[in-house]
């Protein structure tokens, strides 16, 4: 999997529907790396605008993904200019955006708009074939403010655009099933989350309780609602050290555990306190 890098840029308050929030129209830059999950998209004839039905109704499928799951804030996390123009990998529209999904126990912060068409081009395919998602224990009732200037943000936003400049994940969610990685740590989390390397752990793709990891937008294309779950420096270690085998297991630990892909920052490691390491 190509590094991670550090994106940081601002964000600012829209009030608006996920699916109506648009900047101005800019073609889209499609990964053209031979292991992209871009080249698997399907092509037809005709350019794709921002008129097309299928931005909305895509959209729509989304938002009934989530409403299904919590409630969804009316308000969502974007930008005044897109991230983009100040050099952060571009998503299938300029529109990049995030939304809130408040829980009884739990506060989402998922992307929206990494699934939209590549807008300028005939690239029919759901854009990167997928959105990612935090799900943090015990923010359920922080205001919009505190959500926007979280940890769990900062670290969702910097993975959404690490997959962007990717070109997609699927094909590693596919070969591999939950995958793992570390990133730069997110300002404002707890310093016993950090590692020696002021990066922190993550596993990515572990299967969510009752709740679907595939959606299906249209006939012609599934996406992946991709979760990212913090792990402490210990559990990272113990991934480091042991591999696909070690991963499973802690995937495992975290599901018999209760806690599953929910981000806890209150939970004890499963490395200290099942594997004794």
Not at 5 to 20: D, H, I, L
Not at 64 to 82: C, K, N, P, Q, R
Not at 190 to 206: C, F, P, Q, R, Y
Request: contains cysteine; aromatic residues 8%.
């Amino acid at each position: 999997m190509a590094g991670f890098f550090n994106w940081p840029f601002g964000r600012s308050k829209k009030s608006s529907s996920p699916s109506s929030i648009r900047g101005s129209i800019a073609s889209p830059r499609p990964d053209t790396d031979a292991g992209s999950d871009l080249q698997n998209a399907k092509a037809d004839e005709r350019m794709i605008e921002l008129s097309d039905p299928r931005y909305e109704a895509y959209a729509a499928v989304r938002c009934s993904y989530w409403t299904g799951i919590g409630i969804v804030d009316s308000d969502v996390i974007a930008y005044m200019i897109s991230p983009q123009f100040s050099g952060a990998p571009a998503w299938p529209t300029t529109r990049q955006s995030f939304v809130i999904v408040r829980r009884e126990h739990s506060l989402i912060i998922a992307s929206d708009g990494l699934s939209d068409l590549f807008v300028g081009t005939n690239i029919s395919g759901a854009g990167f074939g997928s959105e990612v998602y935090i799900e943090v224990a015990g923010m359920q009732a922080a205001p919009f403010d505190e959500v926007r200037t979280s940890w769990a943000f900062s670290l969702i936003e910097n993975f959404a655009r690490n997959l962007a400049d990717w070109g997609g994940i699927n094909n590693q969610i596919e070969r591999y099933g939950v995958t793992s990685s570390e990133m730069p740590a997110p300002e404002a989390i707890e310093k016993s989350w950090i590692s020696d390397e002021e990066t922190v752990g993550i596993l990515i793709g572990l299967p969510p309780e009752e709740r679907a990891i595939k959606l299906r937008l249209d006939a012609a294309n599934d996406i992946l609602m991709l979760p990212i779950t913090l792990i402490t420096p210990a559990e990272l270690a113990f991934i480091a050290k042991g591999g696909a085998a070690a991963r499973a297991e802690l995937t495992r630990l975290l599901i018999d555990a209760g806690v599953g892909a929910i981000s806890d920052l209150g939970r004890r490691s499963m490395v200290n306190s099942k594997l004794g390491v």
